[in-house]
């Protein structure tokens, strides 16, 4: 047995057990070590509190839990298709700039070290302030967080080692730039307050519209002339990684969409988006989205089985199994192993995420997608015109990170014609009803967060909170096996996968670490008085 356990680089606590036989992982268990409350915490709330509470989740992705349960609100409040263009437009500004900062963070910040080399800054004689820093900063000896590390096969050269810390440390910056953007029209940052149901809370101004766009520009350039090509060079150097036996995976994917492109409310507008909602597979077969076949399983999770499975709906609207998922947690049951249950979709595990929202564009002939992807591939020097050759490498450890650059280009791109719509004077807000009258019922709010398809689901019974569930990103990535003993996909993207040294085992780092895992989304509530301890064992 491979244990690592907690992950590093990732959001939150996660647990990883593979079984390696002859050099191959051949079977794998993921596991979410904490328990998430905040289901609990909403119960017999009034609706209103969802937006702001679901947001303290994660800071790393509040917009889409706020947005997400806001749209729950808004169903309650029937005020879905009142939402004002300039409204829509602000979401997909802030929503956009959480995207970008959380892409960078994850390249940069997480991923990026498993295959540069730090310590080369060691030998750096040269007089760039930043270098300088981290070189004095390796020179003190207290290398967290760079090390401890495991030992992997650094490929690239000295200057090129040298290049990408640099850019390790210029990302911040430009972090901090997106986090500014969000805050513009959201606020603050990261929790934001600019999504209201009925809107937004901020008008749109002129010198909002350029700060942003100052802001934005710096972006841009970022992503075009140091995001995507070290990602692309790192790729070239680790073009192993860069093919399905490393990491392929489940090959399902799930998308439920992101950005509205056109006014009132997502399900009426004919669904135009920016990222498309629907499914699609290994052929990029086009399959659209039923959320009816969407169920959570927790045999090998440590809840307890609902008893009553009536889903609650009163309207009609939202006859989804999502509503009625429990929170009770079971920490003794025999047969589990994670905190993070097992959503399905129609009885099959689906990978969610950019390489997901990237293949299920691709499939839906999303031109601008398609564009991007082919110019990523010509500067990879590979075949571009074969759909199928560049399915079959996206699909894998490194494809799950060229897709994250793909997308913050995407988005970073839209956003620019995003801040042109803007319209000043023009309304930017529907007040609801005073004192708000929320239906009774059951109501969901889907939306893209940056680590994949985020779902709410809100029931309403006398005014207050019910019942609520969330089925966040890396519930999906991350779930465990299902009650049909199906690995989720992570664990089918571990399965398989090359381990040269079952010590130091690099490849399942960097396999895991592809999927942005943030175990915050799954779990939240946890005893400060116990001692979490870090630890690698092979068994
Ligand atoms: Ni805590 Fe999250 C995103 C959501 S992942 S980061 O993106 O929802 O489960």
């Not at 199994?321 to 589990?336: F, Q, V």
């Not at 519930?475 to 399965?495: F, I, K, Y």
């Amino acid at each position: 047995m491979v244990s690592i356990n907690p992950m590093s680089r990732i959001e939150g606590h996660l647990d990883i057990k593979t079984k390696v036989h002859k050099g191959l992982i051949t079977k794998a268990w993921s596991s979410g070590t904490l328990f998430r409350g905040i289901e609990s915490i909403l119960k017999g709330r009034d609706p209103s509190e969802a937006p702001p509470l679901t947001q303290r989740i994660c800071g790393v992705c509040p917009v889409s839990h706020a947005l997400a349960s806001t749209l729950c609100l808004e169903r309650a409040l029937n005020l879905s298709d009142r939402i004002p263009g300039n409204a829509r437009i602000i979401r997909n500004l802030i929503l956009g700039a959480n995207f970008i900062q959380s892409h960078v963070l994850h390249f940069y910040h997480f991923a990026v070290l498993d295959y540069v080399d730090i310590r080369a800054v060691a030998a750096y004689p040269g007089n760039d302030p930043d270098l300088k820093s981290v070189k004095r900063f390796l020179d003190r000896g207290v290398l967290a967080p760079f090390a401890p590390r495991y030992e992997g096969d650094y490929r690239l050269t000295k200057e090129a080692n040298i290049r990408a810390i640099k850019h390790y440390i210029e990302a911040f910056d430009i972090r901090r730039k997106a986090h500014e953007m969000l805050a513009i029209f959201g606020g603050k940052a990261p929790h934001q307050c600019g999504i209201v149901p009925g809107g937004v809370s901020v008008k749109p101004t002129m010198d909002k519209k350029v700060d942003v766009y100052n802001r934005l520009r710096e972006i841009r350039e970022f992503i075009d002339d140091v995001y995507l090509p070290d990602v692309i060079h790192i790729t070239k150097c680790y073009t192993d990684y860069f093919e399905k036996k490393h990491g392929g995976g489940c090959g399902y994917f799930l998308s439920y969409g992101a950005f509205d492109l056109m006014d009132g409310a997502s399900e009426t507008n004919g669904e135009k988006r920016l990222m498309q909602r629907g499914l699609t597979d290994r052929s990029l077969a086009c399959e659209a989205l039923d959320i009816s076949k969407i169920t959570e399983s927790v045999k090998h999770a440590w809840y307890k089985e609902k008893k009553n499975h009536s889903t609650f709906v009163d309207s009609g609207k939202t006859p989804t199994p999502g509503s009625d998922g429990g929170t009770t947690p079971d920490p003794d049951k025999p047969g589990a192993y994670s905190f993070i249950k097992s959503p399905r979709y129609n009885g099959r595990a689906a990978e969610v995420g950019p390489l997901a929202d990237v293949l299920v564009n691709l499939a839906a002939n999303h031109e601008p997608t398609r564009k991007i992807v082919s110019e990523v591939f010509e500067k990879l020097g590979m075949d571009r015109r074969d759909g199928r050759h560049v399915v079959r490498r996206l699909i894998s450890v490194m494809g799950r990170n060229i897709a994250r650059a793909i997308e913050s280009k995407l988005v970073a791109e839209a956003m620019t014609d995003w801040i042109d719509a803007l319209t000043p004077g023009e309304p930017f807000y529907t007040p609801p009803e005073t004192p708000r009258k929320y239906e009774d019922g059951a109501f969901f709010g889907l939306t893209g967060a940056p680590r994949g398809a985020l779902g709410h689901w809100m029931t309403i019974q006398n005014g207050a909170i019910a019942h609520y569930q969330c089925i966040s990103p890396t519930t999906w990535n991350a779930s465990p096996r299902d009650n049909h003993g199906v690995s989720g996909p992570m664990e089918q993207a571990l399965e398989g996968l090359p381990v040269r040294d079952g010590s130091n085992p690099f490849e399942i780092a960097r396999a895991v670490r592809a999927f942005d895992p943030c175990l915050a989304c799954a779990v939240h509530v946890f005893d400060p008085g116990e001692a979490i301890t870090g630890e690698r064992r092979v068994l």
